[in-house]
């Protein structure tokens, strides 16, 4: 059986609860995971969720822009009573959509590709005039959906279900590992999560970020990485499938010692 990543240490910065699948991945090729969560998700207090859910009532579309949004946002909205049978459900990429249907949405409208304009690009999200829409999605996302669908002629509201945090965490251990050339790439999930990577590593560590294999599922996580001035960015596919497909091409490709 091949193990295309023997010998190999990937850095693992999702949030704690969603690192798992990716660990799992890394393993089963063969690598090791070193779990440093480098970003927080928290949820918001359920009075600021009054309004969102009161919207859903009569919404006509509902989109959940991330697997967090579909948790937590979920978790209101099954507490409030369920979703009406006749909303259409939106899911921002794969991984949003199979999170929804874990929590039992059916009939879940997804893209191919990862991102919101992808999601907008769909015949579902183009005559849109005079519809109530509802995007679910963490505390101050990008504004590019709402404006968007505004722009269409949509009465666009928001349920911020959760925020994002830098987490307190000891980056002593993760140092040291790295300090004897024992991380040999770095995964990353968003340019929020390389930011704060970066400022708990500080100024020793940012100088091994700069000089690690930094693996981002999407282009626009790629730009980010390449101006914070990290050597080696390479841009994936989506999800966790494709952060472990770009990481094993990568080694595959790499001859000689470990540490060339």
């Not at 089963?28 to 927080?40: D, I, Q, R, W, Y």
């Not at 928001?158 to 040291?176: G, I, K, S």
């Not at 841009?235 to 966790?240: C, K």
């Amino acid at each position: 059986m091949t193990q295309p990543l023997a010998g190999r240490t990937v850095l693992v910065t999702r949030p704690a609860h969603q690192a798992g699948a990716l660990v799992q991945k890394v393993a089963a090729a063969g690598g090791e995971a070193f779990v440093f969560p480098a970003l927080g998700i928290e949820p918001v207090a359920a009075d600021r969720l009054v309004d969102g859910l009161a919207y859903l009532v009569a919404a006509d579309i509902v989109i959940f822009v991330s697997p967090n949004a579909a948790q937590f946002g979920m978790a209101a909205i099954h507490a409030g009573g369920g979703l009406s049978g006749a909303l259409r459900v939106f899911a921002v990429g794969p991984g949003t959509a199979r999170a929804l249907v874990t929590q039992g949405v059916e009939g879940v409208i997804t893209p191919d590709g990862q991102d919101s304009e992808a999601l907008l690009a769909l015949p579902g999200l183009q005559a849109v005039a005079g519809l109530r829409v509802v995007i679910v999605r963490g505390v101050g996302g990008r504004p590019l959906m709402a404006d968007t669908l505004r722009a269409r002629g949509a009465d666009v509201h928001f349920m911020e279900c959760y925020r994002r945090t830098c987490p307190r965490a000891d980056p002593a251990p993760l140092l040291a590992r790295w300090q004897g050339r024992g991380i040999d790439a770095v995964t990353v999930a968003s340019a929020e999560t390389l930011h704060n990577l970066a400022a708990l590593l500080g100024e020793p560590g940012g100088r091994l970020l700069a000089a690690t294999p930094l693996f981002a599922p999407h282009e626009k996580i790629a730009e980010a990485a390449r101006r914070f001035g990290i050597e080696h960015v390479i841009a994936t596919p989506g999800g966790d499938d494709g952060l472990l497909d770009g990481l094993v091409n990568w080694f595959r490709n790499k001859t000689g010692s470990k540490h060339e």
